[in-house]
């Protein structure tokens, strides 16, 4: 696959890391108008790239990727495009049709799909030793430090942890128990007294009667979080504490500890415990090898635009429901 990055920011740096160590990956380039970026190609923008490519990779503020997308759905390019696939319901539109119009493919980096926890995860539900899940529920709270809120776009109400954190969290709970029908929730901004949302909790009703509640904060310092249970942030210090369970109509389980419950008939019994391992892998990584997959024609996208457009809708629905209560 010859690949092109555009955005060496945080996450595109980590991305142009991983395809260089990978065979099957040629970096034929990478865009971004600050950075140059030693014996690979640069340009300065995607209309500047003279060199052939099958896949780009848009790394770049969320608030481009529309714009990103079209410029290389124009070109014939499929792509991968960062999480959330955009910041609006009409950009996330704009990108769904101009890859349909060019006929290219398009991935979106939910890279926890590509998780070897979250495999496992799916698969104990799968085999049903659970039962039917009827619920589930979340923490999520993480303490930012302080500078990270000094980047002027961080500073407002865009810097809150729904767009940026809890998008992570309604992917992987859609992906896991399927669409969203109703949301609620409060929130709080008590601790930092800024114009966004810091802190709070949304309720989640899936097709189906299952529910899931997720707390969240980017003011606490508590081990429960997805990063901080699986390791899988290198900036972001690893506990192995589960921060999800689920709870089903034969048992329970928790993640990422994989820790299953199940062999009770009802309350009078005590359920049994046992523990499910999974092999670390690189997300990133395995998200890469399906683009090359998805590029070649060998796999559909695990998340195409139009999947995450959902979770989009859902992440912006929490961001209106939180806010209300403390952005009035
Ligand atoms: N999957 C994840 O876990 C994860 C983590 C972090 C960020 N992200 C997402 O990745 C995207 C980038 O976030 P980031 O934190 O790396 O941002 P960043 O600000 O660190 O980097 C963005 C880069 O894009 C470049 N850029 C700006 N305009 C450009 C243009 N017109 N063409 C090409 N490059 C341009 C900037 O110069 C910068 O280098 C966002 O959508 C974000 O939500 C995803």
Redesign the pocket.
């Known amino acids: 696959m010859r690949l092109l990055i555009?955005?060496?920011?945080?996450?595109?740096?980590?991305h142009l890391e991983h395809a260089l160590s990978m065979p099957q990956i040629d970096v034929v380039g990478v865009?971004?108008?600050?950075?140059r970026q030693e014996h690979v190609p640069h340009y300065?923008?995607?209309e500047a790239v003279t060199v052939e490519a099958d896949a780009i990779l848009?790394?770049?503020?969320?608030h481009?990727?529309a714009?990103?997308a079209e410029a290389a759905a124009a070109r014939g390019w499929h792509m991968l495009?960062?999480?959330?696939v955009a910041?609006s319901l009409d950009a996330a539109d704009r990108i769904i049709a101009a890859a349909e119009t060019a006929g290219v493919q398009t991935l979106v980096?939910?890279?926890r799909r590509h998780h070897s926890a979250v495999a496992a995860l799916k698969a104990i539900l799968a085999e049903g030793i659970i039962g039917t899940p009827v619920l589930a529920s979340m923490i999520w709270a993480m303490k930012k430090p302080d500078p990270y809120f000094d980047?002027a776009w961080r500073a407002g109400p865009d810097g809150s942890p729904v767009?940026?954190n809890l998008?992570?969290e309604v992917d992987l709970l859609r992906y896991l128990f399927g669409d969203v029908i109703s949301v609620s929730g409060t929130g709080s901004n008590a601790q930092r007294n800024a114009a966004r949302v810091e802190s709070g909790a949304a309720v989640l009703g899936f097709e189906g009667g299952m529910a899931a509640s997720i707390a969240f904060a980017d003011t606490s310092a508590s081990p429960f979080g997805f990063e901080a249970g699986t390791g899988e942030?290198p900036n972001i210090g690893a506990t192995g504490e589960d921060y999800l369970r689920i709870c089903g109509t034969k048992g329970a389980v928790s993640f990422p500890s994989l820790t299953v419950w199940s062999g009770a008939q009802d309350w009078s019994q005590a359920p049994k415990r046992a523990r499910h391992d999974w092999a670390a892998n690189v997300p990133?990584i395995s998200q890469l090898e399906h683009l090359a997959d998805v590029c070649s024609g060998k796999a559909p996208p695990k998340i195409s635009a139009v999947e995450a457009r959902k979770t989009l809708e859902t992440t912006l629905a929490i961001e209106a429901a939180v806010g209300v209560t403390c952005l009035a």
């Open positions: 555009a955005g060496i920011g945080l996450i595109g740096r980590r865009v971004d108008p600050q950075l300065s923008s995607i848009i790394a770049t503020p969320s481009l990727h714009d990103h495009i960062e999480k959330p910041h980096g939910h890279h980047v767009l940026i998008v992570h942030n990133l």
